[in-house]
């Protein structure tokens, strides 16, 4: 009887002992490792250049998109990285150019030298610089980010986001542009519309997947190219490219 209370008592000990290991340790939230993870910076060296889309680079003061400009690198620039750093997801490299210090995306940078901008990753631009206006007022005859029409806002985005001037009104672009068929159609380039019955009277900026982007109605914003207004207005596609 004693050996059986003996048992018992011991089983019990152990099972409160464990219990007590269990509510004293420390639980680490996933935020908490993400954090962590995000304020550790490590000895990284390479030699790596330029390689962004547009053709340029923001080096910054810290690790984040909205720091302070250090300054901006050009494509194929070299960045001589010593550091590495991981912060919301993103990996950010830091490293010198052109005598200067600061953190770089590491998305935009290779370990290849590219020098030329692609043609179909510029033109792109477009659309990633035109959506910064989504929601901006249509106004008759505008061409600033104040307020556009479809034309101002088609000139505006070409000049500067791919440093194209092209001509002012819907039916002079349509004339100075290169014309394409509707299976040459990249993104970038434009699309045609006849909208008051006499001839070319509407532009848009092609954004892939069947999606225009334009200053339509009330404000810039996307519409769908086979929307049943816009499908059977089409006069014709056009590039600058």
């Known amino acids: 009887m004693k050996l059986t209370k003996t048992m018992t008592s011991l089983a019990l000990a152990f099972t409160v002992g464990l219990s007590g ?21 490590i000895a990284y060296k390479a030699k790596l250049f330029v390689n962004s ?9 810290s690790a984040s998109a909205t720091s302070a400009k250090v300054q901006t690198l050009k494509q194929g620039k070299q960045v001589n990285v010593t550091k590495k750093k991981v912060v919301g997801g ?45 929601g901006t007022p249509y106004v008759w005859g505008g ?13 505006y985005v ?20 290169k014309k394409i068929s509707k299976s040459q159609l990249q993104v970038g380039d434009l699309v045609f519309f006849n909208t008051s019955g006499g001839g070319v009277s509407h532009v848009s900026i092609y954004a892939g997947n069947n999606k225009l982007l334009h200053a339509a109605g009330k404000q810039v914003k996307y519409s769908n ?9 089409i006069v014709g596609y056009g590039t600058f490219r």
């Open 21 to 41: 290991v269990a509510t004293t340790s420390t639980t680490f939230s996933p935020v908490d490792s993400i954090e962590a993870k995000a304020a550790t910076t």
């Open 53 to 61: 889309p547009d053709g340029t680079l923001n080096m910054r003061k």
């Open 90 to 134: 993103a990996t950010w490299l830091y490293g010198t150019a052109s005598g200067k210090k600061g953190w770089m995306n590491a998305k935009y940078l290779s370990s290849k030298k590219v020098t030329q901008v692609s043609n179909s990753s510029n033109f792109s631009s477009a659309i990633s610089y035109g959506a910064r206006f989504l």
């Open 143 to 155: 061409t600033t980010p104040s307020g556009f029409d479809c034309s101002g806002f088609t000139s």
């Open 158 to 177: 070409y000049r500067n986001a791919l440093g194209k001037s092209i001509p002012r009104t819907s039916g002079a672009q349509y004339t100075a542009s």
């Open 225 to 233: 190219l086979y929307d049943g207004y816009w499908n059977k207005r």
